[in-house]
């Protein structure tokens, strides 16, 4: 990548994911915009065993139906576009893998999102705050993970997500 900063040079210090992922992780980069990507890069580095889509590359993420091999993905780790975040979510979670782990806007981490990957089984474990010098405002790096604890409540998430919609009505 070009640029002051690197998302693969700092993906595994930002969620500790060389610690929770080996070289038998199966994990797709849905968004990769290069093979030679920072995400992808960083994750062929650290032996994972990846696959990727982009679009321009003919190899559509809504289109995906999961690996070759039938085995599901432990990780879902990219950086998808901004318009695009409610769909790239419900497609991540039909892929249905351990952890979703996406680089967002700040602004793009809603109660509503989170509300989802609740309803859908996965709980806010992450949220890493960081300066990406060419985008604009600050971006999130959200880990969510597929929550083994039976129903989740909001408590179960990192932040806590007050319903506060009665008393603003």
């Known amino acids: 990548s070009t640029g002051k900063f690197s998302l693969g040079d700092k993906i595994d210090e930002d969620?500790?994911?060389e610690y929770e992922l080996n070289k038998n992780t199966r994990v797709l980069d849905p968004c990769c915009h290069?093979?030679?990507?920072?995400?992808?890069k960083h994750m062929r580095d650290l032996g994972f065993?990846?696959?990727?889509c982009e679009i321009t590359m003919d190899k559509?993420?809504?289109?995906?139906?999961?690996?070759?091999?039938?085995?599901?993905?432990?990780a879902i780790i990219g950086n998808p576009p901004y318009s695009?975040?409610?769909?790239?979510?419900k497609k991540s979670v039909e892929l249905n893998p351990q952890i979703i782990s996406y680089i967002i806007g700040q602004g793009n981490l809603t109660a509503k999102r989170i509300e989802f990957m609740n309803k859908n089984g996965y709980v806010l474990e992450k949220v890493k705050m960081l300066k990406v010098w060419k985008w604009y405002g600050m971006s999130y790096i959200v880990h969510f993970r597929k929550w083994?604890?039976?129903?989740?409540?909001?408590?179960?998430?990192?932040?806590?997500?007050?319903d506060v919609r009665k008393v603003w009505r």
């Open 34 to 40: 290069s093979i030679d990507g920072s995400y992808i």
């Open 60 to 74: 559509d993420f809504f289109e995906h139906q999961g690996r070759d091999d039938g085995l599901p993905y432990h």
């Open 84 to 89: 695009m975040l409610d769909k790239w979510f």
């Open 49 to 52: 065993d990846y696959n990727y």
């Open 15 to 17: 969620l500790n994911i």
């Open 148 to 162: 083994a604890g039976g129903q989740i409540k909001q408590s179960d998430n990192c932040i806590e997500i007050e």
